[in-house]
């Protein structure tokens, strides 16, 4: 276990971050973070992001166990230069669409009168299930 104090001067530290799915909450604001220090995550959900992260562009992704063992190897492989490109990638993902202040620019921009935001979302659908 990481302290919360060292938490994102390790971070920092790697090339990539392993952001496993959860159970009750799938998308962890460990995944954010290593897209602003242009760690790779290597993940099962860039559909969670909007616009979705791309596989080889600014992660890594994998369905299935199998899946997860070839993106890890091919991190591996990756030598400096491509890995540099998929950081700078994620920098730039973070600065354009999860920067402080970009969201709240994207909220007020939008002309629907009526916007739906699922902030942990799965305490919604609990508390529904126990009414």
Not at 31 to 45: D, H, N, R, T
Not at 50 to 62: A, F, Q, R, S
Request: glycine content about 2%; proline content about 5%; aromatic content about 10%.
């Amino acid at each position: 276990r990481i302290e919360s104090a060292n938490w994102m001067e390790t971070l920092a530290d790697s090339a990539f971050f392993l952001a496993l799915p959860g159970v009750a909450m799938p998308l962890c604001h460990n995944a954010v973070e290593s897209l602003a220090l242009g760690v790779v995550p290597i993940l099962q959900y860039p559909q969670y992001f909007t616009p979705p992260l791309e596989h080889k562009v600014n992660c890594l992704v994998y369905d299935n166990e199998k899946e997860l063992i070839a993106a890890v190897k091919y991190a591996l492989r990756l030598d400096e230069r491509e890995i540099k490109k998929i950081s700078s990638a994620c920098v730039n993902y973070y600065e354009s669409y999860l920067a402080l202040g970009v969201f709240a620019k994207e909220l007020m921009a939008k002309e629907e009168k009526t916007v739906t935001i699922l902030a942990d979302a799965y305490r919604v659908f609990r508390h529904q299930q126990n009414e």
